[in-house]
């Protein structure tokens, strides 16, 4: 009878920002359609090491399992990619499972990335409504714009664009192709466009757009396909044409 | 004049509805939310949204719209509210357009709309198959901007342990748990919105979110706020089995003209492409021809249940139908389903735009929820509201798909200023009540945080859990029989006593997920029971409660609404008399126009 097949998993560990990281090996019972996610339940249930030490669950970011909150991307043998969707058949063993390393650590493989929804606010990527009182319908849109608009609307704020972006380090301020896209979606919808140059002046501020050295990773990188360079294009177009109008009215 | 404070708790659609309507009336509001309020389970939500805008010209009305509702919920909602949520639904439809909400458009710009289940109108709005991802991230920004203007606080990573209740029991604001420090704190409001979801991890594996555990419902419950219709649980008919969740597959599948159906030769082994037309058999197109795939969720369940249990027509033997969509046009697809079809193939690696996709019912919606009053989403404990998943109130004994998210926004809605009015008109405000009332809910809940983590007892958390949802999967969900029903209380009652002996496997201060779990977990097991107990007493049988002992709805005995009521610790379930004043009840087919 075949052996009993079996899953290997390396976790990078750390308790605490304060403290040094360490990385354990685990082996898992194999079973069809496992997930990342399912390893690290396992190890919660049973946390005991290859060699037989006692640790403990693995922290680590999750919510809906399904790729579209956002919550669990990390590092996996390498790579920038969601928890839930990498299939243990797809990988190479021993899986390699680290936490995203250009975000503060929380704990294992819990980091912060509120910095994203703080770059959100700073370029105001919201519809600005007078109020939630009735006034009547929004505006047309073409399915054309809605077609276009959509694919950037469904950024998960996952952070996989930040994390393998040269130009997001710790010398740096740029916010990253994922909220240069919303300035895009939101320059596009028929009333954010009155703001328009709001969040154009906002992106050229330290950490914008220019800090984009078109390495073009982000768009490889995103699990949800949005054109990020395309974006990253357009606002740029966008950026240029405000800065030389500034230019020549002085 | 003195300034209000109200605390929300949870930011999904409901909540952060909520959050919006407090800040605009100019008062501050502290959301706390476990994740990232971006993160909620509201993303999860697919196909779309209801509101009869009459837009395809087939004579819809909101009144037909209240009449489905009322109707696919067999009748045992009070029907007041409803009918306000229907009347507001087109409204909401506007304000969501408004904020840019990139809903699917007809040539003209107009929005598009849809068939669901439960209703033969085109009356639901969406953004491809990703509805429900959308109208959150359109809040969010919204609250993203009352937040950068100063009026929203939010605590993101918190998660609630207990309302702060003072001597009179009126709630004065939260205890909850920061979950990187682990450290517990009391924060003051004068009222407080309750928007935390439903309750999938109780039966295990649903389509629920992690978060949605039902942990805060059930410790608002033994602190005094009733819980209503917590046996009716919803079973969505198609999703995809999982070892971590179940994942959905949206209605709008069947919307946009997916058809289900199993081989009639349940020893047919060809690819499903290759067995033809008539030797598949389209079972619900065959049993209800007037509203065919989309029947309502509980009877499409049932149907699925039927074919599998007793036709023995699973696929392959194995508990499985079919989810046909590869007939419809590519770019159709493409435009409308991409969201879920993605699913499909990223967790399958299957194209459903080729292959049937194979589907199974899994838990999905929780209908009951905590009790609030017909009028402005008040529980009965004062100073405590309720909107969303976590409240009864709109879709009685089962619900039509795409009213979830119009609830949600509506009750979020409703509740912002319900609250502020109630705090604007208090006499004395959190800010008068006296420290040690706090001080004390603190200390009772940093003692549970001790008693768990110096458990030196022999009990693993994750295989209590894995029982807890086996045996409500088992016996608390599509067919229920009162000996299995005490059979599953009394592990329930086990359970809870071998919870009592756990040990953590982590027992550190720093972002501790065990201790949140077990947390969680112990409140788990005591709303389990809720439902359970609500199932067994109701003998009967109405929209997603099943039970073939009593397979007739009885509306002379049980035309009425459960409420279970937590008195000096044990559960005790009284009933109210459902308002029918608008709509009378009815027989509830579904294989003939109603």
Known sequence: MAEKKQVIVRIKRRRSPKESAWWEEFALAWRPSMNVIICLRDIAENPVTLDGKKTTPVSYDSNCLEEICGSCAMLINGKARMACSALVDSLEQPIRIEPLSKFPLVRDLAVDRQFMFESLKRVKAWIPIDGTYDLGEGPRVSPEVQEAGYPLSSCISCGSCLEVCPQVNENSKFVGAAIISQVRLFNMHPTGAMHAKERINAVMQPGGIQDCANAQNCVKACPKNIPLTESIAEVNRQAWKQALLGWLIG | ?594
């Open chain 2, 1 to 594: 004049m003195r300034q209000p404070k109200i605390i929300i708790v949870g930011g999904g659609l409901a909540g952060l509805m909520a959050t919006i309507r407090v800040a605009e009336a100019g008062v501050p509001v502290d959301l706390f939310s476990i994740v990232p309020v971006k993160r909620s389970h509201s993303v999860c939500a697919q196909g779309g949204i209801n509101a009869a805008k009459n837009q395809k010209g087939e004579g819809d009305t909101t009144a037909k719209h209240f009449d489905d509702t009322i109707y696919g919920g067999d009748f045992l909602a009070n029907q007041p509210l409803v009918r306000r949520m229907c009347e507001a639904a087109p409204g909401i439809i506007d304000l969501l357009d408004r904020m840019g909400v990139m809903f699917n458009r007809t040539p003209e710009g107009l929005l598009d709309y849809r068939r669901f289940g439960g209703t033969l109108y085109h009356r639901t709005a969406f953004a491809g198959a990703t509805t429900g991802q959308q109208l959150l991230y359109a809040l969010d920004e919204q609250v993203r901007r009352h937040e950068a203007e100063g009026k929203v606080k939010k605590y993101e990573g918190f998660t609630f342990l207990s309302a702060v209740l003072d001597d009179a029991g009126v709630c004065r604001g939260i205890c909850a748990m920061d979950l990187r420090s682990m450290e517990v704190k009391t924060f003051t409001a004068d009222a407080v919105i309750f928007c935390t979801g439903g309750v999938g991890a109780i039966f295990g594996r649903s389509t629920n979110s992690v978060v949605c555990t039902g942990s805060a419902q059930s410790a608002l419950f033994q602190q005094g706020v009733d819980y209503a219709n917590g046996e009716f649980i919803q079973v969505h008919p198609t999703a995809i089995p999982g070892e971590d969740k179940l994942r959905l597959m949206s209605e709008s599948a069947r919307g946009e003209g997916g058809r289900v159906w199993v081989p009639r030769d349940p020893a047919d082994k060809r690819p499903a492409k290759s067995v033809p037309e008539n030797e598949r058999f389209y079972f619900l197109e065959e049993w209800y021809p007037k509203y065919g795939n989309l029947v309502p969720r509980d009877i499409a369940t049932r149907a699925i249940h039927r074919i599998v249990f007793q036709e023995k027509l699973g696929l392959q033997g194995r508990q499985a139908v079919y989810l046909d969509v590869s007939h419809i046009p590519r770019e159709t697809l493409d435009r409308k389903l991409e969201g879920i079809l993605e699913i499909y193939e990223k967790f399958l690696g299957v194209d459903p735009r080729e292959e049937p996709m194979k589907v199974f019912p899994g838990m999905h919606y929780t209908m009951g929820g905590m009790w609030v009053n017909a009028e402005d989403q008040a529980t009965n404990v004062p100073g405590i509201y309720a909107a969303g998943e976590c409240e009864y109130q709109y879709h009685g004994a089962n619900r039509l798909g795409a009213n979830s998210l119009v609830s949600c926004i509506f009750g979020g809605g409703l509740a912002g200023p319900s609250a502020v009015k109630y705090a604007k008109n208090l006499d004395k405000g959190a800010e008068a009540v006296d420290a040690s009332v706090f001080a004390r809910e603190q200390k009772r809940q940093e003692a549970k945080n001790q008693e768990l983590v110096s458990g030196q007892g022999s009990e693993n958390l994750m295989v209590i859990w894995r029982e807890l949802g086996d045996t409500m999967t088992e016996h608390v969900t599509v067919t229920r029989i009162n000996k299995n029903l005490e059979a599953a209380d009394a592990k329930l009652v086990e359970l809870a006593g071998r919870f009592s002996r756990v040990s953590l496997s982590d027992r550190t201060m720093w972002s501790n997920q065990t201790l949140n779990f077990a947390r969680e977990l112990g409140n788990m097991l005591l709303l389990a029971r809720v439902i359970t107990l609500g199932a067994l007493a109701r003998n009967e049988s109405r929209g997603a409660h099943y039970k073939p002992e009593f397979p007739e709805r009885d509306d002379a005995n049980w035309l009425k609404t459960t409420r279970a009521k937590y008195v000096s610790g044990e559960i005790k379930l009284t009933y109210d008399p459902v308002d029918i004043s608008q709509i009378p009840p009815r027989a509830r087919r579904y294989d003939a126009a109603k």
